[in-house]
């Protein structure tokens, strides 16, 4: 009687278990307002943005369209959106995975929630280097290409110029975290905070 007793309690916390984690799993992939469609409509802004963004420096210099194209500047920032736009991609996948598995279990959705969390931190630091990439640039490419705007830039005093980048870094560095903490961070936090309480 005991062993039939104990079996039966056993069933209904296996079930109770399986419900609540049914529930975390429909908090997790809702739709609309989960935090894996607000990190699907992030990624997926990320993507558009970086690709707009060229068009856009093409369109408003069709009249110098030559300079444009052989401009070192230009490639390099055509380089760094195809780089994000990767990136962005491979996480959207990850998020894809999460959204459409219903049988994921907990060590699973904790590797890809490692994934996602790792990438975005990587994300953070590739603009960091993107910008001290762009910084050694502005200096060194006036002594092979011939730009207006980089030698008037040029022909300012060093302390300013180098105030002036090390300004744009700290101001990157602090508004970078803000917004990546705003569009991914807590999402994967609460991701992370659901997936404990499985």
């Given amino acids: 009687m005991e062993l039939d007793e104990l079996k039966h309690q056993w069933k209904r916390v296996d079930q109770i278990q399986k419900s609540k984690n049914q529930n975390i799993m429909e908090i997790i992939q809702h739709k609309s307002n989960g935090p894996v469609a607000a990190l699907k409509s992030s990624f997926k802004k990320q993507m558009i943005a ?10 408003t210099n069709l009249h110098h369209i030559d300079k444009t ?6 490639w390099f920032y055509i380089v760094f959106c195809i780089g994000v736009i990767i990136f962005a ?10 959204e459409g598995m219903d049988g994921m279990v907990k060590s699973n959705l904790e590797q890809q929630i490692f994934i996602l969390e790792t990438r975005v931190n990587q994300n953070l630091m590739g603009i960091r280097i993107a910008l001290l990439f762009f910084i050694v640039l502005t200096e060194v490419l006036p002594y092979f290409q011939n730009f207006k705007m ?4 040029h ?4 302390f300013i110029r180098f105030g002036a980048y090390t300004g744009l870094f700290l101001f990157q560095y602090f508004v970078s975290r803000a917004v990546s903490q705003q569009k991914f961070g807590q999402h994967i936090a609460y991701l992370k905070e659901l997936v404990k309480q499985m």
């Fill in 50 to 59: 970086m690709t707009v963004v060229p068009i856009a420096i093409i369109a």
């Fill in 69 to 74: 194209l052989t401009s070192a500047l230009f």
């Fill in 89 to 98: 991609r491979l996480n959207y996948i990850v998020v894809q995975k999460m």
């Fill in 150 to 153: 980089l030698n008037t830039w």
């Fill in 155 to 158: 022909s300012l005093s060093p």
